[in-house]
């Protein structure tokens, strides 16, 4: 079941951004005092009353403007607005009602969405500011009062977003079932491999790269567990992104990554390795989800003594910064090695969701100190204290050392490949936060 998905959308420098940045409780979109800083959409995961969703922050619209990148830039926030199941039409007390603001009320309306309008820079609570009254004027129902900079009146917007959550994305999920997004470049065969799964013609299936232009859910169940088999839109270079619908697939692709459990990443045999292929296994790296390199039409590869060896180590060589993933060699079209997945799948979802205690970490980290002594840098030498793992998903530990510029990125390396050896943790990144005692947290 997917996510409710949340735009915020209003004119440059209301303060869209501040708004973004304190719901999801980290610096993601770049704050500053100058209208078009977020250029693109920006997204993260925020969750309220128990509630995850998905938050989209947006370059300001000006619906007059003719200048290139304003219109880029409002080309970009239609693109969330059709994404959204709520939209958060953030404006400017203090400027009052704009021809602009009129402009984007009316988009917003003739959207058929449900709109929550925000008066920002209220920075004096008690009784309504006389200035908001005017805000009614848009035709979207009742303005709330906020100021981002000093978080008072969020708490209010964020009821009204949730009372407004489409009720079927908002009902308790099965912590059995896992979610594989299968992921790409365009024409790689993804909606053939989640058709030879599901056993029936469920995507449309085409020669024509982008003939998946949305991302399409797909429940399934079988002797090995319950899946939901997440089919995307191809994703294509940037340059070649032009029009609206392009963007919107991208858009979907990583939204369909975020709320994943483990990413398949398919792979043309005939094509080997590509930039874009490289470009999509990556985010799903940096999203922490379990990953697993599948390459399809490996039935159609001339093939002789070690051909399938030397691809593998090709693509180890590549993708070092994935080298954790299992790769397997299949073919959507005959069904070859497809059934092999789903155990490939509970695997890496299990050892995505992997914990370990404390005591047991410890026992590592020390047996690795004992063989590779810790680096020294002038006379210092580096310390590390103990260990404890912070969440999961992907499995993060956390370091607590006598100095962090000691902790080189190759003795990082090292204390997680000894992490690895001792609990297998394959098909999962696994990331480390260090910390000097008595650090506080961010």
């Not at 340059?239 to 792979?267: G, H, Q």
């Not at 297998?424 to 000097?436: C, D, F, K, S, W």
Request: aromatic content about 8%.
């Amino acid at each position: 079941m997917s996510k409710p998905v949340v735009a915020i959308v209003g004119r440059p420098n209301v303060g869209k951004s501040t708004f973004f940045n304190y719901i999801v409780g980290q610096r993601i979109s770049i704050v500053e005092d100058t209208p078009g800083v977020t250029r693109d959409r920006v997204y993260a995961e925020a969750n309220w009353r128990g509630v995850d969703f998905t938050l989209i922050d947006t370059a300001g619209i000006e619906p007059e403007s003719e200048d290139i990148i304003i219109s880029q830039m409002r080309e970009q926030a239609n693109i969330a607005i059709n994404i959204a199941d709520v939209i958060i039409f953030i404006t400017d007390i203090k400027q009052g009602v704009t021809a602009a603001d009129e402009e984007i009320a009316l988009m917003l309306k003739k959207s058929g969405k449900p709109v929550i309008l925000v008066c920002n820079k209220v920075d004096n609570f008690g009784e309504p500011p006389a200035d908001i009254y005017e805000f009614y004027n848009l035709g979207i129902g009742e303005p709330y009062p906020v100021s981002s900079t000093n978080a008072l009146g969020i708490g209010d917007v964020l009821d009204a977003i949730y009372d407004k959550f489409p009720k079927d994305k908002i009902e308790e999920a099965d912590e059995e079932i896992i979610k594989v997004a299968i992921i790409g470049k365009p024409n790689v065969g993804k909606s053939s491999l989640v058709n030879r799964i599901l056993g029936e013609n469920r995507a449309i299936v085409s020669n024509i790269a982008g003939t998946t232009r949305d991302a399409i859910d797909s429940e399934f169940e079988n002797e090995f567990g319950k899946y939901i088999f997440i089919d995307t839109a191809g994703i294509r270079r940037k340059s070649k992104v032009t029009e609206n619908i392009e963007k919107y697939s991208v858009m979907r692709t990583n939204l369909a990554i975020e709320r994943s459990d483990v990413c398949i990443a398919l792979i043309d045999a005939l094509e080997g390795l590509s930039e874009q292929d490289t470009k999509v296994i990556g985010e799903a790296h940096e999203a922490g989800k379990g990953l697993i390199i599948a390459v399809n039409k490996w039935d159609e590869v001339e093939k002789e003594t070690g051909t399938l060896e030397k691809f593998k180590k090709d693509l180890q060589n590549k993708l070092g910064f994935a080298s954790y993933a299992p790769i397997i060699f299949i073919s959507a079209k005959t069904g070859q090695r497809v059934n092999k997945l789903f155990e490939m799948i509970n695997n890496v979802a299990s050892q995505n969701a992997f914990r370990v205690s404390t005591s047991v970490l410890n026992e590592v980290i020390n047996q690795a100190i004992a063989v590779v002594q810790p680096p020294t840098d002038k006379g210092r030498r580096l310390r590390i204290y103990y260990g404890t793992q912070a969440t999961t998903k992907p499995p993060t530990f956390v370091i607590f050392v006598n100095n962090k510029e000691l902790f080189h990125f190759s003795y990082q390396r090292y204390i997680i490949n000894c992490i690895r050896n001792n609990f297998g943790l394959e098909g999962t990144p696994v990331r480390l936060i260090i910390r000097e005692r008595g650090e506080k947290e961010d």
